[in-house]
């Protein structure tokens, strides 16, 4: 009955899917589900063979809820210890309830504090950047969520080479900045020149968190 | 999130939505107040949606004074002309039956204690669903402008149905926060469960219905979904209130009318509303020429109309703007290594508890039962119907990646559980007459 007090973490990917917890090395689901399909199949054959008719419904339910147990007793012990957990965050500021989600995900998933550092990083922004300034980001995983916290304060849809800033929030894209200021996109390997690398101009370092967050301004 | 928000929320949608629902139903049940939300829904984010996307307008604080009076002459109508008292003899609730409610109540307290504490955080919701609530709230009105970023609200997905951004602008407006998407779920989550019950109760006894209930609110996904700001549950509850007054079809053509009218605006909840439209029809079809029912023209214009009135406008809207159904470059194919995905989702992970093993065990050693029931068939078309188009549409268009990801599958499927509860229902109630029929 380990189990069922086994942890279930949340994840990003929760909210599409829920991974079984396991029964040695199977699926609880599948074993507790063959085992009640086998028995609800092998009963009801004997069952209406010896009594000419069909199983009670009272009793089938009986049967499901046995087989419903063990899983509801997980599924209870894993959102007791989540509410228990967020309960402190009851009334507490939006921003805060944000902050503890992301951290609770990030420590789980193993996200090197790229979504924990999040909120702080979308402060550094709207403390650096005037409002209605306009925004490019560098390519990166978590540009969505960026974007979702920085909408309602500045204009997004500029192309990087036009934009007043440009933010780097853990991104895969390759940049290189220049001594002289400019900043380059799929740069060669060492500054040389590659046919692929396009400049966006020459920008300053505004405010630099650690080399995955940073804010360029455009220079003037 | 001001106190009063959800308070005027409910105000505005559950009475406008009574109202509505007096039309088609006097009585005064349950399963009347759970439709009245849905309804009354459905009702602000249509008119929201004629206002900001139909007629092109901008934020105006007339927008209260229209729902507010709409609301108040709503109160009027259902004073002059109140609910039908029902007089229902309620037997005393034995022991099972209170622990079952217990069971209910506490998932819904513990969606409820997440849904307070834990702002949304998944892809779909901030990239679109809540993030067209946050632009329409900024910048007053939608950008029509299709080379500007925030076009249609959102970066992407710009095909998307707009009931549930609209639904939340509604109550961020009043006052709500941003976690009060949160209880927009959590209202159609009670509802589905209190629908679900209502339905259950016309075909088994209380103390099943309420077990098959707490089956449903108590599956994993079901209760994630109840306070994370996806549109998924929401489709789930409209296609599940549909179903119900389908299988009421035979007491009057009105509540065929209001299933109609309860699939139609799936359509605007999720882009797989059309699936569950095209299902309906097909069923109602078969149903009617099979009964040979002879409907007057009076009511074949109020189910065509319940159906179409509240579809046309969002139908019309993606004409004339061009939008695909298509998030991915169309790609028809075959794709048969869907179909192992589909049987993971369903019998081995915990999406649903082991639900699909008790609807497989039921549905393998009563099927018989099952299909002599003249009653239950038109339900059991259209899930068969719908869960072969799902299963199709995976199978043979570019959707099959959100499939072998599992970014999607399991969701898709929300609104079929619900459907395979009030099957199970079905079953079990014709098994329970059977044997009563044999006692006798």
């Known amino acids: 009955m380990n189990f069922i007090f086994q942890n279930r973490p949340e994840l990003l990917s929760s909210i599409n899917f829920t991974l079984a917890p396991s029964l040695g090395a199977y699926s609880a689901v599948v074993v507790i589900g063959a085992i009640l399909l086998a028995a609800v199949v092998v009963w009801a054959l004997l069952y209406s063979i010896k009594n000419h008719r069909v199983l009670n419904p009272g009793i089938l339910l009986g049967l499901f809820s046995v087989a419903w147990l063990p899983l509801f007793l997980h599924f209870v012990f894993v959102n007791a210890g989540h509410v228990r957990d967020g309960l402190f965050l009851l009334g507490r500021p939006y921003s ?21 550092g999040l909120p702080l990083f979308i402060e550094k922004v709207k403390e650096y950047v005037p409002p209605q300034a306009s925004i490019a980001l560098a390519k990166g995983p978590l540009n969505m969520y960026v974007e979702y916290y920085l909408a309602d304060a500045y204009i997004l849809d500029t192309p990087a080479d036009r934009a007043d800033y440009f933010i780097v929030y853990h ?50 | 999130m001001t106190f009063f928000a959800p308070i005027f929320y409910i105000l505005s949608v559950l009475v406008p939505g009574l109202a509505l629902m007096r039309w088609f139903d006097s009585k005064n049940t349950l399963l009347l107040w759970t439709g009245a939300y849905g309804l009354g829904t459905a009702l602000i984010t249509g008119e929201l949606f004629l206002y900001f996307l139909i007629l092109r307008l901008s934020f105006s604080p007339a927008l209260y004074l229209v729902i507010g009076l709409q609301t108040v002459i709503a109160a009027w109508l259902l004073y002059k002309k109140p609910l039908l008292r029902v007089k229902a003899k309620i037997a005393p609730w034995g022991a099972a039956e209170i622990a079952l409610a217990v069971i209910i109540g506490g ?20 990239s679109f669903w809540s993030l067209r609530t946050k632009v329409l709230i900024q910048q007053g009105s939608v950008d029509f402008h299709p080379d500007h970023q925030f076009y249609l609200g959102a970066y992407n997905h710009r095909a998307y149905p707009w009931h549930s951004s609209l639904a939340e602008y509604w109550m961020r407006i009043l006052g709500g926060g941003e976690i009060s998407v949160n209880l ?34 108590s599956m994993p996904l079901i209760f994630y979904h109840a306070f994370n700001g996806y549109s998924d549950l929401v489709l789930a509850y ?57 409907f007057s023209i009076k009511e074949w214009i109020r189910i065509i109309s319940c159906l179409l009135l509240p579809l046309l406008p969002w139908i019309l809207f993606r004409f004339f703007l061009g939008l695909s159904f298509h998030d991915l470059p169309p790609a028809r ?5 869907v179909l192992p995905q589909v049987l993971k989702t369903l019998y081995a992970y915990d999406n649903w508890n082991v639900w699909w093993w008790i609807f497989s065990s039921v549905i393998i050693v009563r099927l018989s039962v099952l299909l002599r029931s003249q009653r239950a068939w038109p339900l059991i078309m259209f899930c068969v119907l719908v869960f072969g188009m799902i299963l199709g549409m995976y199978m043979t268009s570019e ?29 079990l109630g014709a098994i329970e007459k059977k044997n009563i029929s044999e006692n006798v």
């Open chain 1, 171 to 220: 991104s895969g894209e390759p940049l290189a900045y220049a001594q002289d200021g400019t900043l380059y996109r799929n740069p060669g390997v060492d500054f040389s020149i590659s046919s692929s690398q396009e400049s966006l101009g020459k920008f300053s370092i505004d405010a630099q968190l650690d080399s995955q967050r940073l804010i360029f301004k455009r220079q003037k």
């Open chain 1, 96 to 116: 805060e309830q944000v902050r503890w989600r992301f951290c609770q995900i990030d420590a789980v998933q193993n996200l090197a504090g790229s979504l924990c």
């Open chain 2, 238 to 294: 409209y296609v599940v209130m549909s179903a119900v007054y389908l299988m009421k079809r035979e007491l009057s053509s009105v509540y065929i009318a209001l299933s109609a009218l309860f699939i139609a605006w799936g359509f605007f909840v999720k882009n797989e509303g059309i699936i569950y439209i095209l299902a309906w029809i097909g069923t109602m079809v078969a149903s009617e020429v099979i009964r040979r029912s002879h």
């Open chain 2, 333 to 337: 194919g075959w794709h048969p290594e």
């Open chain 2, 399 to 427: 959707n099959y990646v959100y499939a072998l990801d599992h970014t999607a599958l399991s969701r898709t499927l929300i609104p079929v559980t619900a459907l395979s509860i009030l099957v199970m229902g079905y079953c």
């Open chain 2, 184 to 217: 927009i779920s959590l209202g159609y989550y009670c509802a589905l469960a209190l629908a679900l019950f209502c339905a259950l109760k016309s075909f088994l006894t209380r103390r099943n219905s309420l077990a098959l209930t707490a089956f449903f609110v």
């Open chain 2, 107 to 126: 998932c819904m307290v513990f969606a409820a204690l997440n849904a307070f504490t834990k702002p949304p955080v998944g892809f779909d919701s901030l």
